[in-house]
């Protein structure tokens, strides 16, 4: 008996400093462990996805090794937590993660009742639909009957609902929690159509048996801006965590590139001095608990946002997507980034 | 533990401190834990409770009148994205209740066969049945449901190639649509006039037991209840002039139009849970049955009682005082195994919930509300079987 309390107290007493500690500044622990521990998905390719030997890659995993690089100057400083749809907030508000790179929805009921904060957002998405082709759909309106492949714990499937009614058409609703079931279960015809980001369609059509037998339909049916997520009440962190995406666009904007970035810091500019923290007496980084050099750390690591983009999802990926929205607010997309100074 | 301390049987004498009389001393210790269990559980809700201010997250149970906002697959009720969470929640319960129900039938029925099977004196079933038994006792349920979940799925072919089954009743891998019901005007005759033959019927038996018991005739019960309960409403049928149509299921765009489905998710789940559990139900029915002395069989034999009537009124009866009580557990097992639900999609209580959660964030209301349902669901089906395993004790005359 007297044993058995034993273990239930020090089991208490861990559960309480472990909230504890979650809600202490991020960044210290963050140094004080020595590594970021970053909720990513179980696999979207283009997105994260682990190779054979363990090594993750991806447009997300590009933001968890830029913020490792912000704070240790070596982008390799992370541990991933993969994380389905559903176990993603829970991991999140409990402190097993730092911060979320998961496709995830900036909502406002994420950012208030779930006790989040948003920033950035490092992909406008949408929603989307995939069929097979042989079905001749070729509008989303033509889909009341069909069975529809959902993922739970999503505004995907939220989305669907109203979309479904909105427009007065049928459907059923085939719900799974785990992606590889929805895959494998649409995969098998279980579902007509599959709805997810249309980010995550282009990834996934990859991923059928027989990816040509598939279409993405035209219609977009929300708003999906996907972007990194902290828990509430760390503004330094939310600070650090927001900066290292605007750095990214920053430096896009700059043209400076992993390749180019030593020989930039001697450009003549002030404003791209300023941002490679080459300028005399500047603060640019301290004031945010990291060093001068965090932005040229983050771009030596992963490059800047264009070539985080090309890489993982871009032209030079194969998934192709399009730049669209997610092109610089100069040409033409919607990417903007405050000014650093 | 410590509470054993208390039924000490003698009482030895005071010497020195009152803490070596051991009655007090068992006293005291139950006390000390009753305070240490109160003060660990406050401890916990409040650490909790702060905890989950701290991190601006929101608690309570108003969430429940909340509007859903998602779509369920499959649901006993009336349900659209408009109603409430509570009510999701309600149909992911009925979904929980139907498979468990459905399974333990199943499983009950398989089970009794093979349990039989194995103790027949044929050894192909004989054998078959200890196949099967160790076939199913030895996977985990998890597997079992993938296998009958892929196989479904694989097996059956796609829908605008759906097999046609006699009856209108049409098989593919959306799941098996057959005729609805549809009731007409007047068709609530034909309810009433079966509600009565039931109720008929229930007296019939009485009257049967009764005179049989009298008398010593039997009387042709079974084709005399199939006649009321099968004839009385067919009765009411025609003569109201064929009020019930059906709904046929028609190739429609995408799938089968009209009719009933029912889901492969619900179809997988329901045959791995009863195939499953059956294996287990086997067991306990061979060794009640082995339990059962030989001399009773013996005996009855050699009243001259035939030997399928011996199984039926000597040996099972016996066999039942020890088959309920681990067959009890065996059903509370199935009903908590149908929560693996969730791998393959079927909207039971917990993949509501886990929608749910996820939706709100509300993860301890939502928890709690799973361990409350799941625990009233088995504390109602051990007080079920209490209660019929009391009937079915020996009673001495
Ligand atoms: N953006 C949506 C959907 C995000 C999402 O979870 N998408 C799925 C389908 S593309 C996914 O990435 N799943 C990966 C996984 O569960 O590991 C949201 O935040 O709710």
């Known amino acids: 008996m007297a044993r058995r309390i034993l273990t239930a107290l020090v089991g208490a007493a861990v559960m309480g400093i472990g909230a504890h500690a979650a809600s202490a500044a991020t960044l210290d622990d963050v140094k004080a462990k020595g590594f970021v521990q970053c909720g990513v998905n179980t696999g979207l390719a283009g997105f994260a996805a682990p190779d054979a030997s363990g090594n993750w890659s991806g447009f997300d995993v590009d933001y968890c090794k830029a913020i490792a690089a912000a704070i240790f100057a070596d982008g390799t400083k992370v541990k991933y937590t993969p994380t389905s749809a559903k176990e993603r907030f829970p991991a999140l508000q409990s402190g097993e993660v730092d911060v979320l790179a998961r496709n995830t929805t900036w909502t406002i009921n994420r950012d208030t009742a779930l006790g989040f904060n948003f920033r950035p957002v490092n992909y406008y998405d949408g929603q989307g639909f995939m069929v097979r082709k042989g079905l001749n759909v070729k509008s989303a309106l033509e889909l009341s009957g069909a069975a529809v492949c959902v993922q739970t714990g999503t505004t995907t499937e939220l989305n669907l609902a109203d979309y479904f009614k909105s427009n007065n058409l049928q459907y059923n609703p085939v719900v799974f929690e785990k992606l590889e079931e929805v895959n494998a279960a649409y995969d098998a015809g279980r579902c007509d159509v599959y709805t997810t980001d249309q980010s995550g369609l282009y990834s996934l059509r990859l991923t059928l048996s027989k990816p040509d037998d598939h279409m993405i339909l035209p219609e977009i049916i929300s708003k999906e801006p996907l972007g990194p997520a902290v828990r509430q009440g760390d503004d330094q962190w939310f600070d650090i965590v927001s900066w290292v995406h605007y750095a990214l666009i920053q430096a896009e904007e700059f043209g400076v590139t992993q390749a180019n970035v030593e020989e930039m810091k001697k450009s003549p500019n002030p404003d791209v001095q300023r941002f490679l923290g080459v300028e005399a007496d500047s603060k640019i980084g301290t004031d945010i608990g990291l060093t001068n050099e965090w932005a040229v750390n983050i771009i030596k690591a992963v490059g800047n946002y264009g070539e985080v983009f090309d890489r993982n999802i871009g032209a030079g990926s194969p998934l192709k997507i399009e730049r669209g929205l997610n092109a610089l607010w100069s040409k033409g997309g919607i990417q903007y980034a405050p000014p650093v100074r | ?397």
Do not use: C
């Open chain 2, 1 to 397: 533990m410590a509470i054993g301390v208390t039924t000490t049987p003698e009482k030895s004498k005071p010497s020195g401190s009152i803490m070596n009389d051991p009655q007090v001393r068992g006293i005291f210790y139950q006390v000390i834990t009753v305070v240490i269990l109160v003060a660990l559980v406050y401890w916990i809700a409040d650490n909790t409770i702060q905890n989950l201010k701290r991190a601006n997250i929101a608690s309570g149970y108003g969430f429940l009148n909340g509007r859903a906002g998602f779509d369920v697959g499959q649901s006993l009720i009336a349900y659209t994205s408009d109603s409430t969470y509570g009510r999701a929640l309600v149909v992911g319960f009925f979904n929980t209740l139907l498979v468990a129900v459905t399974g333990i039938i199943t499983a009950t029925i398989i089970g009794f066969v093979v349990g039989i099977g194995r103790l027949s004196h044929n050894w192909l079933i004989a054998k078959l049945s200890l196949a099967y038994v160790e076939v199913f006792r030895n996977i985990p349920p998890l597997l079992v449901i993938f296998f009958w979940y892929s196989g479904v799925l694989a097996v059956l072919p796609q829908p605008r190639e759906s097999a046609a089954l006699p009856l209108n009743i049409f098989l593919n891998n959306r799941g098996i649509a057959f005729p609805k019901p549809v009731f007409g005007d007047g068709s609530q005759y034909v309810f009433y006039t079966f509600v009565i033959a039931v109720i008929a019927s229930f007296f019939l038996a009485r009257y049967a037991r009764i005179k049989q018991e009298a008398t010593g005739q039997r009387f042709p019960l079974l084709w005399t209840v199939l006649g009321l309960v099968i004839g009385l409403p067919l009765l009411a049928f025609l003569a109201t002039g064929s009020p019930i149509t059906f709904d046929v299921p028609v190739a429609g765009k995408f799938n089968l139009t009209g009719g009933s489905v029912i889901g492969p998710e619900f179809l997988s789940l329901f045959l791995a849970l009863s195939f499953y559990t059956a294996a287990f139900i086997a067991e306990i029915v061979r060794a009640g049955i082995r339990g059962v002395s030989k001399g009773q069989s013996e005996a009855a034999h050699a009243l001259g009682v035939r030997p399928g009537l011996t199984t039926r009124l000597v040996v099972v009866p016996q066999a039942m005082r020890i088959i309920i009580p681990p067959l009890t557990s065996q059903y509370l097992n199935l009903t908590k195994n149908s929560s693996l639900a969730i791998a393959i999609g079927y909207a039971d209580l917990v993949a509501v919930g886990g929608t749910i959660l996820n939706q709100t964030g509300q993860a301890i209301e939502v928890v709690s509300i799973w361990i409350i349902v799941y625990l009233s669901l088995s504390l109602t089906t051990s007080l079920l079987m209490n209660w019929f395993n009391a009937r079915m004790a020996l009673v001495e005359r």
